[in-house]
Structure formats: structure tokens, C-alpha cells
């Protein structure tokens, strides 16, 4: 994988120092995803800047699962974020799990209430939410916040013993309700919770809170660098205060920086669960999602999201981005890598009337005319064919050089053909092309006679193969603002047509990817084609409107 030694931005600068004053002897940084859904571009960023910062310094990053809702969480998804990490070409050094320090975390809750700065509550999430405060007016004290430490120790024990239901009492820190950061104000560390956990099973029925579990997971692991997005900004108080307080030998330290925001989909696991819930999309991995299996299965490669990713920085702000950078780096990526080769998506017949009925012949084409070391193929070219339908006008509007009745086009990597007779059907649609060719015009032969204005592409009807074509939109129109997110979906996000490709593309293979011909990047599905069906995605169209600055 390539080397990302020559980047800067404030966090390396950060890193550097550290390295330099000897405050940190080893950079250690950790990707935590909770494994309640899939990963999506978002996660990608920070997959990317942990374990690059930390191959920048020799240091190393593990993969952990914060995994301390047992409500939310599945295996499927502990998988399912092995293997995007593993596609993004990231490898590991270290694989935990939150669940792994339950003991731990249970003994550091105990030192909190020895020391008089956690207690047992038995107001309800409501009650709690209503005396919170708001940003400005204080906190109220819960009634039961002077408990003793006794009572606290006796009834923490008894909420792991299960004596208590779900939501009857739980474990808060005991910090400052009147602290004008609201996330300091006497926060829940620990609840109950009578559910099956898919690593530890049903030895515990109470299970830490994030913001107390995620501190001391990075101090137990030795931590140097906790990198986050921005949103957990004003955590970083309750962040260093449990290191503290709860006296761990290694101390971490938390660096924000801006989250990734990508117009025209949605950036939230939750919503995203909606939509494979309620079936609106196909899946986690709907080639129309935001998720990275989502990207991968329409045909997406990790070093163009690797690029993509590194190109956007890593600052403090965050911001919006186009979704046709993403698609930009994509086109980079295949425009050097993927066979070039003609597929016809909305087909129609042409019969060459004056070309010999039985012959076949195999014309020259180059594989990527960009990479010239990638070679030539022969592709076979008969008396009928297919081409586009947008390729024919019976009636051509100004400016329109492709075919119609009496004009002439060169048929790419062929002949000029021209149109002299039309076929419809009783609905009075145009359902086949009568042309005939010059055999002194074929592609390579030196011919110098006339010109023509129009190219198009095209399949040879005896040997085509027939497949299905996935033509995709983006998943959303209008702006954030224009309702719910639910009705703000592209009623033609997904467009499923049949048509040809050439015979070259009989034996291709899942996750195969292709430039079609004045279409787009295709890749070849991995969930539902089969030898016998095979399913294109539309990777992205050739055209691009974005620049890079």
C-alpha cells in the first residue's frame, strides 16, 4: 500500500512533538467502531487516519469493538467491520473487545465510589433527563446522590447480582451538576440491562456506558493518541476525568478532528438501519448505500477511497463534501486499471444487408488505449448487430450525428455503416436498422476517404451475451432541509434495464470491472450474478463536473 510519510496536518504535528519531548515512547492509536450496524465513507476516514498516522511513526493501531449495548449489537456486524477494515488494505495489531475489560471496569467503578464520585440512583432516564439543567440554567441534584459509600458499594453488587430490573437503578458519576459543560453533570456510568451479550453471554446483566467504558478501554491498551471526531469534543472532559479518577496507570489523550459529511446520502447508522429494515434498500450492502460494503459490491476500490480520504486532510473543521470528489478518485483509480470494452444497455437490432450471412470475422481493439502495455483482444463482428437505441433518430434533431435514414457513422473498431431502411413494430416503434457497410472503411485498414461525424458503439448480435444492467443515481435529492429523509428518496436511484455484452465478457468474474464505452465504470455484481446471469453495476458515469481545486 502506498506510503503516506509525506503528509502533515495538526495531529501529526501533535504526534511529532509528543514523539520529540518524550511524552509518548510509542505511538499507539485504535479504531473502536460499535458493532451495531455496518461501516460507512464516514468510518473510513478514521480507519484511515488512525492506522496511517500511527504507520507514519512506526507505531501501531488496534482494532477494537465497543461493544457495551448488548441491545444493539450482533456478530454479523463484528465481521462485517473485520472484513471492511481488512478490504481497505488495513492490518490489525491488536484485536479487543470492550467486553474483555468488563471486569476492570466493574473494579474501576468500585475506586470511584470508595472515593466518594460515583453513586447509585433510582431516579428513572425521565427524571434524570428532567433535572439535568439545560446549557443555561444549573443541574439538580438527584435525592439520592448523598447515599454513603457503603450503600453505594452494597447496592452496585447487588445490580450485578440481577437483583434489580432493567432501568430501576443506575450507577452515576458524582461530578458537578452545575458545570456548564452538561456532559459533566453527574453522568449515568453504568445501567441495567437483562440481555444476551453476543461475547460475553449472560454474565452480565449491567454494562457500562460509553463515555466510561471508552476512556479506560484506551488506558488499559496503552493508547498514546485517541483520535475521534469532532462531535466528542466536549467528552474530553468526562474523558480525562475518568483516567484520573479511576487512578489507571496509563493516561490517554483525546484529539478531535472534523468529521466526513457527503451530500446526497446519509452519514448515520441508525438512518441507514432504517432503510435496510424497512426494505427500502437492498441490504447493508446496497450498492446505493454510503456503507463500505455498499461501495465495494457497486464496484468502488480501496485505493480510491484510500486517496479520496487522504486528499481531503485531516483538519479540525468539518464540512460537506461533494459526493463527486468520491466519484472523481474512482474514475482516477479505473481509468488506468479497468479493460475498456463496448456494452449496449438499452439495445437495438441492425442487420447489414449487403455483409455475407455466414461469415464472422474478429477485429482489433485495444484493451485500455491508455495503457498500451495492457495489450490488444479480438472481438467478432457478423452481419447483425446491436447498437443503442439513443443512437438512432428516425427524424435527427439539429446538430444530431448519429445514425438516421441516409446518414453514415463508423462503428467503433469496424466499418462505416449507413441507415437505409427501418423496421417497426405494430405500435408503430422502430425495432430494427437495415444498413449497409463499406468494406473499405474498416477500423485499421488505412483508409483515407471520407469522413464521418458520429462513432458509436456497438455488440455483435450472434456471440452478445445477455445481462442486466444496474444504473444508479444518488440516494437522495434535495437538500437537508427539505423534510424527512424518508421522503426525500430518489424514486430513481436504481434503474434495472437487459441488454448485450460483447462475447469477451462471457467469462467475467464477480468484482471484474469494465469502462463500457461512452456508458460509465461497470462492475460485476458479487451478490447476484451467476455464470449464467450476470448483473453490471454502475460504478459511475465517464462525465464529471468536479474540479479539483
Known amino acids: 500500500m502506498e506510503t503516506t510519510s509525506n503528509s502533515s496536518d495538526f495531529i501529526r504535528e501533535i504526534v511529532k512533538e509528543d514523539l520529540q519531548a518524550g511524552k509518548v515512547q510509542q505511538v499507539v492509536t485504535r479504531f473502536p467502531p460499535e458493532p451495531n450496524g455496518y461501516l460507512h465513507i464516514g468510518h473510513a476516514k478514521s480507519i484511515c487516519i488512525n492506522f496511517e498516522i500511527a504507520k507514519d511513526f512506526n507505531g501501531k493501531t488496534n482494532l477494537r469493538f465497543d461493544d457495551t449495548n448488548p441491545l444493539k449489537e450482533d456478530v454479523e456486524y463484528v465481521n462485517a467491520i473485520k472484513e471492511d477494515v481488512a478490504w481497505l488494505g488495513f492490518t490489525w495489531d491488536g484485536l479487543f473487545f470492550a467486553s474483555d475489560y468488563f471486569e476492570e471496569m466493574y473494579d474501576r467503578a468500585v475506586v470511584l465510589i470508595k472515593k466518594g464520585n460515583a453513586f447509585v440512583d433510582d431516579l428513572s432516564a425521565e427524571e434524570i433527563r428532567q433535572t439535568r439543567g ?68 449472560d454474565k452480565w446483566c449491567i454494562y457500562p456506558m460509553y463515555a466510561f467504558a471508552h476512556p479506560l478501554e484506551d488506558a488499559i491498551e496503552g493508547v498514546s493518541h485517541s483520535l ?55 441490504g447493508w450492502d446496497d450498492p446505493r448505500m454510503p456503507t463500505i460494503s455498499g461501495l465495494r459490491r457497486r464496484g468502488f476500490t480501496p485505493e480510491s477511497i484510500r486517496t479520496f480520504v487522504r486528499e481531503l486532510g485531516v483538519t479540525v473543521g468539518s464540512g460537506e463534501v461533494d459526493y463527486k470528489m468520491l466519484e472523481h478518485y474512482i474514475r482516477e483509480d479505473l481509468k488506468l486499471k479497468a479493460p475498456r470494452t463496448m456494452g449496449v444497455i438499452r439495445p437495438l437490432k441492425v442487420v447489414i ?63 462505416f455503416i449507413k441507415c437505409h431502411d427501418v423496421v417497426k413494430d405494430e405500435n408503430g416503434q422502430v425495432v430494427e436498422l437495415h444498413c449497409t457497410y463499406d468494406v473499405e472503411t474498416k477500423s485499421g485498414s488505412g483508409f483515407t476517404g471520407r469522413k464521418v461525424k458520429g ?35 430518489n424514486p430513481n436511484s436504481l434503474e434495472v434495464v437487459h441488454g448485450y455484452v460483447g462475447a469477451d465478457l462471457q467469462t467475467a468474474q464477480p468484482q471484474d470491472k469494465f469502462q463500457f464505452f461512452r456508458h460509465g465504470y461497470f462492475n460485476v455484481d458479487p451478490k447476484d450474478s451467476t455464470p449464467e446471469h450476470k448483473v453490471f453495476n454502475l460504478i459511475v458515469s465517464l462525465k464529471s463536473s468536479f474540479q479539483i481545486k
Open 134 to 201: 439545560t446549557l443555561t440554567e444549573p443541574g439538580q441534584n438527584s435525592p439520592f446522590r448523598d447515599r454513603t459509600v457503603e450503600e453505594n458499594l452494597d447496592l452496585f453488587a447487588r445490580m450485578r447480582a440481577g437483583e434489580f430490573k432493567d432501568g430501576e437503578k443506575v450507577l452515576r458519576a458524582k461530578i458537578d451538576m452545575s458545570s456548564p459543560n452538561i456532559n459533566l453533570r453527574d453522568p449515568v456510568i453504568y445501567r441495567i440491562a437483562h440481555a444476551t451479550h453476543h461475547n460475553t453471554g
Open 228 to 282: 475521534c471526531t469532532l462531535e466528542f469534543k466536549d467528552q474530553r472532559p468526562l474523558y480525562d476525568w475518568v483516567i484520573r479518577e479511576c487512578e489507571m496507570p496509563h493516561i490517554s489523550h483525546q484529539y478531535e478532528f472534523g468529521r466526513l459529511s457527503l451530500t446526497d446520502t446519509i452519514m448515520s447508522k441508525r438512518y441507514l438501519k432504517k432503510l435496510v429494515d424497512e426494505g427500502v434498500v437492498d
Open 353 to 415: 444487408t449487403n455483409y455475407p450471412e455466414d461469415q464472422v470475422e474478429l477485429l482489433d481493439a485495444e484493451v485500455n488505449p491508455e495503457v498500451p502495455e495492457m495489450g490488444t483482444k479480438q472481438i467478432p463482428f457478423s452481419r447483425e448487430i446491436y447498437i443503442e437505441q439513443d443512437d438512432f433518430m428516425e427524424v435527427p434533431a439539429a446538430k444530431y450525428f448519429r445514425l438516421f435514414p441516409g446518414n453514415e457513422v463508423r462503428l467503433k473498431n469496424a466499418y
Open 455 to 489: 462513432t458509436i458503439h456497438w455488440v455483435d448480435a450472434k456471440s452478445a451475451v445477455p445481462v442486466e444492467f444496474r444504473l444508479y443515481e444518488s440516494l437522495l435529492t434535495g437538500s437537508k432541509e427539505d423534510g424527512d429523509f424518508i421522503d426525500r428518496m
